[in-house]
């Protein structure tokens, strides 16, 4: 006896459907991504990669939408292991309020899993940001990464380099991201709860102000990554250094 569609559990879905409605997520600012996106926008509680060739081809760009709508919304957004020194005031001038970013330096390998999986476990953010040792990254880390992100009220990126697009993941979420010219990234998912995505999608990246060369953004080594808030005193740094701890309600960091 045949079971009809309509009398199926809620968790139950077709190969060619997204995930049952009722996931929590946030807008990531594009239509076209969040048409192809579980939730329509990216999802909360759970982790997503962002898998690149290298970093500096707009990853963070790619985010933009998302960290101005957090930290508007004073909620904490982290930063764990940047591959780069922060550049603050390209992040401001996107209307992104630099006192609810957090970063955390952690350069051991092993400190650095831990950290994720502690800031994992705290849900105590708005988004969380993490670059992730290549060499050193196994699937049950990812696993692991993934049960303690079901709590978190927010979305949880994992920053990986191309070779982790050919290695098992227990995430969710994959996406892939490559370089196109003229201020643009394509963005292909790998892996997400809904219908395989055939073509790859070409995004307009929000553009640098024109107070800002673009090469501030594209160029390896100068990734714009924050600092203190743009209203900050002139006896006060302009890059944020492993040191730094935000307001007396943000969490501690760990170096």
Known sequence: MSIQPSAWPATVRRATQFAPEGIRATSSGFPA?????????????????????????????LLIPLLRQLTLERRFVILLGPPHQPYAPALASFGINLDYLIIVQATQAADR???????????????????????RTRPE???????????CSGPAFLFRELPAQLEASAAPLRLLLLPRPEQQISVQILKRRGPVMAQPLILNLPHPPATLHPRHWSRPGR????ARSAE??????????????????????AN
């Open 141 to 151: 880390h990812i696993r692991r990464f993934q049960m303690a992100a079901q709590g």
């Open 223 to 226: 990734v714009p990554l924050p």
């Open 232 to 253: 900050r005193t002139a006896s006060e740094p302009t890059t944020l250094h492993s040191g730094w701890r935000g307001p007396a309600s943000a969490p501690t960091t």
């Open 33 to 61: 991504l969040d048409s192809q996106l579980p939730g329509g926008g990216w999802p909360h509680g759970v982790v997503t990669e962002l898998i690149a060739r290298e970093s500096g081809i707009g990853e963070l760009r």
């Open 113 to 135: 899993l831990w950290a994720v999986e502690q800031s994992l476990r705290s849900a105590s953010f708005g988004a969380l940001l993490a670059w992730l040792p290549q060499a």
